[in-house]
């Protein structure tokens, strides 16, 4: 059973950082990308950053490109999101991905961290 296990969130100031982890247990061998969604209140889940197992490459949303930073450490099986210069536009429950199948995902088998809140006060 995949289990996706998240830190990290709180309250920071505009202008702040932050740092998520993500460590998966249970079954993620065969699987490449992992990253992290959020969804704001009132909006849809969006994409944040994934980065692949394999080649290390990574996808960010444009609105966060420069200022957050994803990694991971494949031997803990996590991930991490380094997020600086936070804007209260940041603010959002941020969600772990583990995604199954081809490509960067979503796709509906993957699975999904509890969430983490990220609160950012301007």
């Known amino acids: 059973q995949v289990q996706l296990v998240e830190s990290g969130g709180g309250l920071v100031q505009a202008g702040g950082s932050l740092r998520l982890s993500c460590a998966a247990s249970g079954g993620t061998f065969t699987t490449d990308v992992m990253g992290w969604y959020r969804q704001a209140p009132g909006k849809q889940r969006e994409l944040v950053a994934v980065i692949s197992k394999w080649s290390g490459s990574t996808n960010y949303a444009d609105s966060v490109k420069g200022r957050f930073t994803i990694s991971r450490d494949n031997a803990k099986n996590t991930v991490y999101l380094q997020m600086n210069s936070l804007k209260s536009e940041d603010t959002a429950v941020y969600y772990c991905?583990?995604?199954?199948?081809?490509?960067?995902?979503?796709?509906?088998?993957?699975?999904w961290g509890q969430g983490t809140r990220v609160t950012v006060s301007s």
């Open positions: 991905n583990l995604h199954v199948g081809l490509g960067w995902g979503p796709s509906s088998d993957d699975y």
